[in-house]
C-alpha cells in the first residue's frame, strides 16, 4: 500500500511504494497538498502493481499520467492518434487554404490512414519513419513518379507531422529522417542533405566556406554568389538585395544568421568591392575552374555523385548528380521540409521580379525572415 513521508525541510510530500521490479521506493510528488500527493502516490502504486503483473496497458499508463499533470497544473495531456490528429488537422484547414490545397490535403492524408490500416489508431508519437518509408514505396510501387511521391511525402504528409511537432505532440517529424526517392526527370541532379552540406563546410577553405553557406541559405546560384558585391548587403536590415545574372530578376534575402556570422568575421570591403575575392571574376569550366574546384571540395569531404551523363563511355565527358547548383535545390527542399508555403519558397528563389520587390511590405519582409530561420544550422 502506497504511503506518505514529509521532510521537515521540504514543501513537498514524498510518495513510498513498490516500483516494477518490486523494490521500495521514495519518490517527490511534488504535491504541498497531503490529499492530492497520497493520489498521486496510490497512481504510481497502481501503475508499478499493474507492471509487476505485466497487466500494464498504454492506454491505461497515458490516464494516470494525464490525471497526475491535470491535479498539478489543471490541464490534461493531450493524446491522439494517428487517425484523430488527421482529421483534426485537416478540418483546421477548412477555410484558411484555398480549396485545391485542402483537396490535395485530405487526399494524401487519407491515403495515408488507409496505408496504415490498424496503426492509424496508435498514438501519432508511434508513427515512425519505417511507416513514412512504407507509404513512400507504396506510392512508388502504384506508378506513381519519384518526383510525384517526394513531393507527397515531404510538402503535404509532412506538414500536419510539423504541425503536432511545434505544438508538443510529437518530438520529431518522422518524415525527415525518410530520403527522397531519386529523380532523374531534372538531369538526374540530387540534393546535399544537412550533414553533407556540414561536411563541405568542414573541407572548405578560404572564401569556398562562405560560398557553400551562401549558396544553400540563399538558394543563389554559383555566379551570383561569387560576383556578390559588398554594398548588396544590409546588415542592420538583414537582408542581400542581388540582381541575378541568368534571369535579371533582382531578389531581396534575409541574411541567415549562421551566413550572417561568417560574412561578419571577413574583413568588409567598401562598395562594388568582392564578398568573395579569392572566387570573383574566375571562370566556371575547367579542371581549375570554380565547378572543378568546388569538386575538389567534395572529393575531400568525401561526397560523390552519381555519374548521369557520359558523351562516349568512360573516355567521355561525365556530369555527377551533385554540383554546387545542388545547394540550390537543397535550400528549397529544407524550406518544403519545414513547412515553408510553395509562395514563399518561390519568392525566396527567385520567382520575384523589380516590382513584386517594390511592393513588399514589412510584414511580408518579416515572413521572408521567419522562412530562412527555419533552414537547418550549419556550424563553422
Known amino acids: ?173 518522422p518524415c525527415d529522417a525518410v530520403e527522397s526517392l531519386r529523380d532523374d526527370s531534372d538531369g538526374g541532379r540530387e540534393t546535399f542533405s544537412t550533414e553533407q552540406v556540414q561536411a563541405l563546410v568542414n573541407s572548405a577553405e578560404g572564401d569556398w566556406k562562405g560560398a557553400i553557406l551562401a549558396g544553400f541559405y540563399t538558394g543563389l546560384r554559383l555566379r551570383d554568389i561569387t560576383e556578390m558585391r559588398w554594398d548588396a548587403l544590409d546588415f542592420e536590415a538583414g537582408n542581400i538585395r542581388i540582381k541575378t545574372k541568368k534571369t535579371g530578376i533582382v531578389l531581396m534575402l534575409p541574411i541567415q544568421k549562421d551566413f550572417a556570422a561568417w560574412l561578419k568575421s571577413q574583413r568588409r570591403g567598401i562598395g562594388k568591392a568582392p564578398v568573395f575575392p579569392e572566387l570573383a571574376g574566375k571562370g566556371t569550366g575547367g579542371r581549375h575552374g570554380l565547378s572543378g574546384r568546388f569538386n575538389s571540395v567534395m572529393e575531400k569531404a568525401g561526397i560523390k555523385g552519381r555519374i548521369v551523363r557520359s558523351s562516349d563511355g568512360s573516355a567521355g565527358r561525365q556530369t555527377s548528380s551533385l554540383s554546387f547548383h545542388s545547394l540550390r535545390h537543397s535550400f528549397v527542399s529544407a524550406l518544403a521540409n519545414a513547412g515553408v508555403s510553395s509562395e514563399m519558397r518561390q519568392k525566396l528563389s527567385g520567382h520575384a521580379d523589380d516590382r513584386s520587390h517594390a511592393k513588399y511590405t514589412h510584414h511580408e519582409i518579416a515572413k521572408l525572415q521567419d522562412a530562412i530561420a527555419l533552414l537547418p544550422k550549419i556550424a563553422l
Open 1 to 173: 500500500m502506497a504511503g506518505l513521508s514529509k521532510h521537515p525541510n521540504s514543501p513537498f510530500w514524498t510518495a513510498i511504494f513498490y516500483d516494477g521490479a518490486g523494490l521500495k521506493v521514495r519518490r517527490s510528488t511534488k504535491q504541498k497538498d497531503r490529499r492530492l500527493a497520497m493520489k498521486t502516490a496510490m497512481d504510481w502504486e497502481e501503475l508499478a502493481q499493474a507492471g509487476r503483473e505485466k497487466r500494464l496497458t498504454e492506454a491505461q499508463t497515458r490516464k494516470v499520467c494525464s490525471n497526475i499533470l491535470e491535479r498539478a497544473t489543471g490541464e490534461s495531456l493531450h493524446f491522439h492518434t494517428c487517425s484523430d490528429w488527421f482529421s483534426e488537422w485537416v478540418a483546421g484547414k477548412r477555410g484558411a487554404v484555398a480549396p485545391k490545397s485542402l483537396e490535395k490535403y485530405e487526399q494524401v492524408c487519407a491515403d495515408f490512414l488507409r496505408h496504415l490500416g490498424e496503426r492509424s489508431k496508435v498514438t501519432l508519437a508511434a508513427i515512425s519513419p519505417k511507416d513514412i518509408r512504407s507509404f513512400r514505396d507504396a506510392l512508388s510501387k502504384g506508378g506513381r513518379a519519384p518526383s510525384t511521391v517526394n513531393q507527397v511525402v515531404r510538402k503535404v504528409l509532412s506538414v500536419p507531422f510539423l504541425a503536432a511537432k511545434r505544438l508538443g505532440y510529437i518530438a520529431m517529424n
